[in-house]
């Protein structure tokens, strides 16, 4: 490729990585350190666990609006998703890796729910490094993830309420971080339509 042509290539236009094997990744220690401060950040302005996980819900919210956005538009192959489970397996898998480096771990609908479906992740990076104090044990950092994914899920026209919970396993040293979606009303009646135009 010629210098000239080079230097015209938009910035969103280059690709995620020099090859598709590739993740793109940062730091962990600076991302820890940076995350952590941020965190304590939050903790010296906050009145509240509520509060304190409200603020971080609506980091994330940006953050995920701005990477459905730039992963539609980077790679050209993604067309715009119809279906629930398409845009949650979408979020489960190149989203989270993008994001985290590998896929979640799970991906359940509810059993007695039409509207819920649960992501997991036995390790979630955002939980690993995080100290609080006493009083906000119950504080769960995940809720940075649920923010992203709440906000991915708007921008694609899947509107719900997404939450981060953490449930203990004997198996395992620190609990799995389990993220509860609930669809609008308004997202399941539109899912029942095309469900319907499918059938005929």
Do not use: C
């Amino acid at each position: 490729m010629s210098r000239a042509k080079h230097q015209q290539l938009n910035i969103v236009d280059r690709p995620l990585t020099k090859n598709k094997a590739e993740v793109p990744t940062v730091s962990l220690s600076a991302f820890a350190y940076l995350f952590s401060e941020y965190i304590q950040y939050l903790v010296d302005r906050a009145n509240s666990i509520t509060e304190l996980e409200e603020r971080l819900e609506r980091v994330g919210y940006d953050v995920g609006v701005r990477v459905l956005e730039l992963l539609s538009y980077r790679e050209k192959s993604l067309r715009r998703k119809t279906d629930v489970l398409d845009i949650l397996r979408f979020i489960h898998g190149p989203a989270w890796q993008y994001l985290f480096g590998k896929t979640a771990d799970d991906l359940q609908q509810a059993a007695n729910a039409d509207d819920e479906y649960y992501i997991r992740d036995y390790d979630l990076m955002v939980s690993r490094y995080i100290s609080v104090p006493r009083s906000y044990e119950p504080f769960n950092p995940g809720t940075l993830a649920a923010g992203m994914m709440r906000g991915m899920l708007d921008s694609a026209g899947f509107p719900s309420r997404v939450t981060a919970h953490f449930v203990s396993h004997k198996d395992r040293p620190r609990p799995i971080t389990t993220f509860m979606i609930k669809l609008e009303p308004a997202v399941m009646q539109r899912q029942a339509f095309l469900e319907a135009a499918k059938k005929g």
